[in-house]
């Protein structure tokens, strides 16, 4: 067995990821938000590197977390999509994933929190175990939010088991057709909390209406106002039980995400509203894991990256309020677009790295994604990859670690429709579909929408198309797209 990481110099780091959901480029200090306060995250900036080119596979949850795990862009992969809380496992058992490679590499691997790749294989029984799951891609240890929290069933799951169930109470859950005799948003408004804005409008759990339906369970119900410290305090029992091996944890928060429903104790706590309050919820789950490393004597060899699953959404379908109360906050700082948006909001994240024993403190241009992980970590702990494995993730190692300032030469962006980033260049092609919706900030591009061309070292926002003037580049744009999206790989 391969001693476990400490302190001591020359070992090999734990790794901690935290994925926040919904999080925006400028939701947070490190990232300009003067509204809401972020001391944790605050602190990790000052003592890591912070990423200013760094980027999630998609502009939605599923195909970003897809991505982050198998090393493989989401837009090769059909049925990616944002999936219901019933679907089966996107991921095959047995593929090789980011989990996969470290426990190969003797780590100790977990999961905690929103899991959003579905679970089972078809036709879940959620009384029974609820196989596969994370442990069929390398995970040893999962506690799960199985889809969303938006999404039923509103239940705990861990090592396939849902916490809490009732045998004499078991659940059912079912998308498209509701379930005779439970209450729904549509039929009982005033069951609810806040009004549904957009969809949202059927099973009533908590007094807050969901995307699905589901009966039974009452006793596993999840209370939204506790999951931040249900699965943090998970998140800290899984570091402070890793006894022999370094340990990866990823770990996955609902915040901020909707229904957003912070602790009361963090209700009020910033000047731009409720979804800002969700983020001083966020900012302090990263605190507990960080106290969690240095209680432990894991700080200085634990490799500890934040980021986000995809950009900021104000109104995502609840009327609570976040549009009226931000106060001039900008959730994507000085970006176009947000979730769902094929413009730089959609996908540019947030991406702190702290690793006090290898990392230098500072800031970082260089282009990374997300779905770099698999081969910059499997290269870190010295496990090869086949040609098959992580066909789009490249080895930006040295980039990670401050070494360098390069990262990839460029890198596909995934909303519906596809574009293109390469040096200072974006491109985005000419589609037959839209991208974005609910935007406050131009984020929506219209179906058949000419083709597109900015030049982000001097229009970061995205406003001066400039294909005419270098249509040259554009075609090369165009050619490279091409040429990634039909070879089927991208890593040579
Ligand atoms: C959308 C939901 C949205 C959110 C999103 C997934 C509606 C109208 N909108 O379909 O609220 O749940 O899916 O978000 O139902 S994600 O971050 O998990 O991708
Ligand atoms: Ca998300």
Known sequence: ???????????????????????????????????????????????????????CSSATCT???????????????PGSGVLPGDAPMLIEPGRTTVASVLKKAGYATGVVGKWHLGLGAGNVDWNAEVKPGPEAIGFDYSFLIPATGDRTPCVYVENGRVVGLDPNDPITVQYGKPIPGEPTGVNNPGMLRWFPSHGHDQTIVNGISRIGYMKGGEAARWVDEGMADTITRKATDFIAKQQENPFFLYFSTHDIHVPRVPHPRFQGKSECGIRCDATVQFDWSVGRIMDAL???????NTLLIVMSDNGP????GYEDGAFEDLNGHLPAGPLRGGKYSIYEGGTRTPFLV?????????????LVGQ?????????LTEVGLSGQEGVDSFNVLPALLGESGAGREHLVQHAGILAIRAGKWKYIPKADRGSGS???????????????????????????????????????????????????RSRN
């Open 1 to 55: 067995m391969l001693p476990r990481a400490t302190g001591a110099p020359g070992g090999r780091p734990n790794i901690v990821l935290i994925y926040a959901d919904d999080i925006g480029y400028g939701d947070t200090g490190p990232y300009g938000a003067t509204r809401v306060r972020t001391p944790n995250l605050d602190r990790m900036a000052a003592q890591g590197l912070r990423f200013t080119n760094a980027y």
């Open 63 to 77: 195909p970003s977390r897809y991505s982050l795990l198998t090393g493989e862009y989401a837009f090769r992969k």
């Open 294 to 300: 240095e209680r432990h004597d894991l700080t200085r």
């Open 313 to 316: 959404v104000v109104d995502d």
């Open 354 to 366: 702290k690793w006090p024993e290898r990392v230098k403190p500072g800031v970082s241009d260089a």
């Open 371 to 379: 779905v770099d992980l698999m081969a910059s970590l499997a290269a």
């Open 438 to 488: 609910l935007h406050w900030n131009g984020g929506n591009r219209p179906a058949n929408a000419p083709e597109e061309l900015y030049d982000l070292e001097v229009d970061l926002g995205e406003r001066n198309n400039v294909v005419q003037k270098y249509p040259q580049v554009a075609k090369r744009m165009a050619a490279l797209l091409e040429k990634v999206v039909k070879e089927g």
